[in-house]
Nanobody, 121 residues
Framework: QVQLVESGGGLVQPGGSLRLSCAAS????????MGWYRQAPGKERELVAL???????TYTESVKGRFTISRDNAKNTAYLQMNSLKPEDTAVYYC???????????????WGQGTQVTVSS
């Protein structure tokens, strides 16, 4: 079994910062890409940022220059540093990991439970 556990969400004022963490644990053979998605009320889930096993990153346009995704491969953990937060960043943030369990042949997509980020004065 594999678990993705997120932490770091909360309430922050506009212009503030938060750092999200996502730790993968279990019978992990290899972690490929890790990413952060978000879903605001009444909207579809969208990709926020993605980082592959080599460290190449991708961001949705609205967060470029404000958010930074990183990972610690030794800890199977991904981070999302969010600066200059805006009210429109308010959403539930979900961690996603593309990883192999026990061998290369068992490759699956996993999701965390989600963490609420609220940007409000």
């Amino acid at each position: 079994q594999v678990q993705l556990v997120e932490s770091g969400g909360g309430l922050v004022q506009p212009g503030g910062s938060l750092r999200l963490s996502c730790a993968a644990s279990g019978s992990i053979f290899r972690v490929y890409a890790m990413g952060w998605y978000r879903q605001a009320p009444g909207k579809e889930r969208e990709l926020v940022a993605l980082i592959n096993s080599g460290g190449t990153t991708t961001y949705t346009e609205s967060v470029k220059g404000r958010f930074t995704i990183s990972r610690d491969n030794a800890k199977n953990t991904a981070y999302l540093q969010m600066n200059s937060l805006k009210p429109e960043d308010t959403a539930v943030y979900y961690c996603n990991a593309d990883l192999a369990v026990r061998s290369y042949y068992n490759r699956y997509d996993y999701w965390g439970q989600g963490t609420q980020v609220t940007v409000s004065s």
